[in-house]
């Protein structure tokens, strides 16, 4: 037979399992969601070095894990050195932050496939293309690893990127962007 302590104490366990499965939850729908990709097609081929190369103009939101959504601004410039890599100077502005620069070096180093650094990556960049999509991959300071999927559509001048940032494998943000061609 149950004293009163211990089927107060029984409650008090459910309660605390209540509550630790609703924070649970919140904690499961504050992950961010990733928009719809555009498709994979075999044309136009997304060349990387030739679609960043003059200006560039992204516009952007992003959402962050347990914050709202807000705008991002791009404005890239990228030429090519005489090796053959592509490099992309950018100028982010970041509703509520200061504007910060980064420069993306990429260099083709086989049919299809890419590497570079980031300024902002602490490890080097891997890109592949499959037809009007390039996948790139690299990792930010606090262990934070990115993947950007681009994808070139049908105008050849215009790319939709989403990337997306895990951390233990749980996405904690999501850029959703469409970048544009606005010069040589």
């Not at 650094?117 to 690893?145: C, E, H, P, Q």
Request: proline share 5%.
């Amino acid at each position: 037979m149950k004293t009163a302590a211990s089927a107060m104490a029984g409650r008090g366990q459910r309660r605390s399992m209540g509550l630790l499965l609703v924070l649970g939850m919140m904690l499961i729908g504050g992950c961010v969601a990733m928009p719809r990709l555009e498709r994979v097609a075999p044309a136009p081929h997304f060349a990387a070095t030739d679609f960043f190369a003059g200006q560039t103009e992204g516009r952007a939101t992003v959402k962050v894990i347990l914050r709202t959504r807000h705008p991002v601004a791009v404005h890239g410039t990228g030429h090519l050195e005489p090796d053959g890599s592509l490099v992309l100077d950018q100028m982010v502005e970041e509703a509520g932050q200061p504007a910060k620069k980064r420069q993306w070096r990429i260099r083709e180093t086989a049919p299809d496939h890419y590497t570079g650094t980031l300024s902002d990556a602490i490890s080097g960049v891997t890109g592949v293309t499959w037809g009007n999509r390039l996948v790139l991959r690299f990792t930010m300071k606090g262990g934070y690893r990115a993947k950007q999927f681009l994808t070139l559509r049908p105008d050849g001048q215009s790319a939709h990127n989403v990337m997306v940032v895990r951390k233990f494998g749980i996405t904690v943000a999501v850029l959703d962007e469409i970048i544009t061609r606005v010069g040589p």
